[in-house]
């Protein structure tokens, strides 16, 4: 419940860990859960935010002793389900909680602003990510349709905090198989109070055909996919 606790207030987000907790030394020292669970910010939803049967937290040891608080080395899931959702007033459950027409830069807001600390502050961005086995439902309300997109392995790193995240991950849409690999970095070129824009570098590789193609750009929020069918 601690655990769960202080990942609520670092992040804005209602986490939940549903399964037992077991601690681990080496090679970092951490913790691993049966299954985590994070609610969606936007009322009666049929869904979680994200949900899995698998997380193992892994600690930065000296950064955290170095900066006075606990910097994660890496994050590790398995089995996942996402769940994006998009409704009918344009309100998207994965805006941190609070977060409307909000700069996007402010800090999330603690989940219970008025509860005490319950030691030293966590950073939740870790180092790494690694997801094995995901599978991502994007539901747009005006479209009434869901999408889902099938992702064996996920791979997100960057060398430290405020750096380009590097990404590579292999999955499939409908029945094409994919890879999706480049950087994205925050585009330093918009300060506060603009609302944030990333740097993108990608390369779409399709595995059945062999075609790859290249990508270079500046992206913001997430266009509307009514028009889609």
């Known amino acids: 419940a601690r655990l769960a606790q202080e990942l609520s207030q ?18 970092h020292p951490g913790v691993s859960a049966a299954g985590v669970r994070i609610a969606s910010p936007l009322p009666d939803q ?16 000296l950064a ?12 590790e899931l398995g089995d996942v389900d996402l769940w994006l959702r998009r409704d009918a007033n344009g309100q998207e ?3 941190p909680p609070g977060e ?3 700069s996007s830069h402010a800090p999330p807001q603690p989940a219970n602003p008025g509860s005490p600390s319950l030691g030293p502050t966590v950073d939740p961005t870790p ?30 790193s960057r ?7 590097h990404y590579d991950l ?9 890879e999706l690999a480049g950087t994205v970095s925050l585009d330093a070129t918009r300060p506060p109070p603009q609302p944030r824009r990333w740097s993108i570098e990608t390369t779409l590789s399709m595995k059945a055909t062999g075609t790859r193609l290249g990508i270079q750009g500046v992206s913001g929020v997430l266009p509307d996919l009514s028009a889609l069918s």
């Open 10 to 27: 670092a992040t804005g987000y209602t986490i939940e860990i549903t399964g037992n907790l077991a601690l681990g030394l080496f090679p």
């Open 46 to 61: 049929p869904h979680p935010l994200i949900q899995a049967k698998r997380l193992d937290i892994r600690i930065a040891l």
């Open 64 to 75: 955290s002793l170095r900066h006075g608080s606990v910097r994660l080395q890496t994050i």
């Open 93 to 95: 459950n994965w805006s």
């Open 100 to 102: 409307a027409n909000a």
């Open 127 to 156: 180092r790494r990510l690694d997801i094995v086995d995901m599978r991502v439902h994007f539901f747009h309300a005006d479209a009434d349709r869901t999408w889902l997109l099938n992702l064996s392995r996920v791979e997100l």
């Open 159 to 165: 060398s430290h905090k405020g750096a380009p995240v």
């Open 170 to 178: 292999d999955g499939k849409l409908d029945s094409a198989a994919f």
